[in-house]
C-alpha cells in the first residue's frame, strides 16, 4: 500500500501549496466568492476553525479531491452510505447524490456541526446525523480527541491542539445500522479503528478511506493492509492516498 513515491512527492506537494493552500486565491474564495460552489452543489463554507489558506481548495475546487474523485466514480443506487467524519457535508452531499439513499453522518466537532447541517439541507439530502463518535464498545461512554485551530487536523491519533471528551455511540444504538453496506471514512487516522474492527462490520461491502500516513509507521500500515486481506477486502480503485476496497 504505497502511497506516495518519491517521484510523485517532486511534482505533488509544489502543486499542493500553490494551489490548494495559497493564501492570496484564499482570501478571495472567503471573503468574496464566501460560497463553494461544484456541480450542481451549492455549500456555504463560513468556518471559523479553518486557516484563510485552505479555502483556496474551494477556490481551484481541490477539496477532498481524493475521496471526490473514488466516490464520484464508485458509488452508485446499490451503495447506502455511512460517512464517518462529515466535515463541511461535500462528501456527504456527492455520496447521497450518487446513490439517492439516505446517508448516516457522523462528525463529531462542534464548531463545523452548523456549516454541515445546513449544507445537506441545503442540497436536500435525506440523512440522519449524529455528533458522536461511532464505535464497537457497549460501555465506553467517552473518548478523547484532540482539536486543532484547523478543524481538518482534529484527531484521536495527532497528539496537538485541545484535548476534548467526546461522547461515544455504539454501532447496537444506531437504528437501522446494519441495513447500510458503505463505509467513507476520512477523520484523521481513524480509519486504522475501522479496519482493525472490520469483523464486527458484516453489513460493509464497501469500503472508502483516506489513509494518513503520516500517523502510521509502515509496520502500522502493513498491518492495515493485512486485516483487508484477512476479511476479503480487494483493493478496486486508489487516488493518491484515498482507497477503494471491495468485499469478494
Same mark, same amino acid.
Given at each position: 500500500?504505497?502511497v ?11 502543486a499542493? $501549496?500553490?494551489?490548494? @493552500? /495559497?493564501?492570496?486565491?484564499? !482570501?478571495?474564495?472567503?471573503?468574496? #466568492? *464566501? %460560497?463553494?460552489?461544484?456541480? &450542481? ?7 471559523r ?17 481524493n ?10 443506487k ?5 460517512i ?7 462528501i456527504?452531499?456527492i455520496? $447521497?447524490?450518487?446513490? @439517492? /439513499?439516505?446517508?448516516?453522518? !457522523?462528525?463529531?466537532?462542534?464548531? #463545523? *456541526? %452548523?456549516?454541515?447541517?445546513? &449544507?445537506l ?15 464497537f ?29 467526546i ?14 453496506n458503505?463505509?467513507?471514512?476520512d ?10 474492527n ?16 503520516d500517523?502510521f ?10 486485516n ?21
Amino acid at each position: 500500500m504505497q502511497v506516495f513515491p518519491s517521484f510523485t512527492k517532486i511534482f505533488l506537494f509544489p502543486a499542493y $501549496y500553490l494551489l490548494h @493552500k /495559497n493564501i492570496f486565491f484564499g !482570501f478571495i474564495q472567503k471573503y468574496l #466568492i *464566501k %460560497k463553494f460552489y461544484y456541480k &450542481n452543489l451549492e455549500l456555504e463554507t463560513n468556518i471559523r476553525s479553518l486557516p484563510i489558506s485552505n479555502y483556496s481548495s474551494f477556490f481551484f475546487k481541490t477539496y477532498e479531491y481524493n475521496d471526490r474523485k473514488l466516490i464520484e466514480k464508485n458509488i452508485n443506487k446499490i451503495n447506502k452510505c455511512i460517512i464517518i467524519g462529515g466535515g463541511i457535508g461535500f462528501i456527504p452531499c456527492i455520496a $447521497y447524490y450518487k446513490s @439517492k /439513499n439516505k446517508i448516516l453522518v !457522523f462528525e463529531i466537532d462542534k464548531n #463545523i *456541526k %452548523k456549516n454541515l447541517l445546513i &449544507n445537506l439541507k441545503k442540497n436536500k439530502c435525506t440523512y440522519d446525523f449524529y455528533e458522536k463518535n461511532l464505535t464497537f464498545k457497549k460501555n465506553k461512554k467517552n473518548e478523547f480527541f484532540y482539536f486543532d485551530n484547523n478543524f481538518l487536523n482534529n484527531s484521536k491519533y495527532r497528539n496537538n491542539g485541545e484535548k476534548i471528551k467526546i461522547s461515544n455511540i455504539s454501532i447496537k444504538k444506531i437504528k437501522n445500522f446494519y441495513e447500510y453496506n458503505t463505509l467513507i471514512i476520512d477523520a484523521e487516522g481513524i480509519e486504522e479503528y475501522f479496519i482493525k474492527n472490520l469483523k464486527n462490520l458484516d453489513n460493509i461491502k464497501y469500503l472508502f478511506f483516506e489513509l494518513h500516513y503520516d500517523l502510521f509507521n509502515k509496520r502500522e500500515i502493513l498491518n492495515i493492509k493485512k486485516n483487508l486481506f484477512k476479511y476479503r477486502f480487494k483493493l478496486i480503485d486508489q487516488c493518491f492516498n484515498s482507497f477503494y476496497y471491495k468485499k469478494i
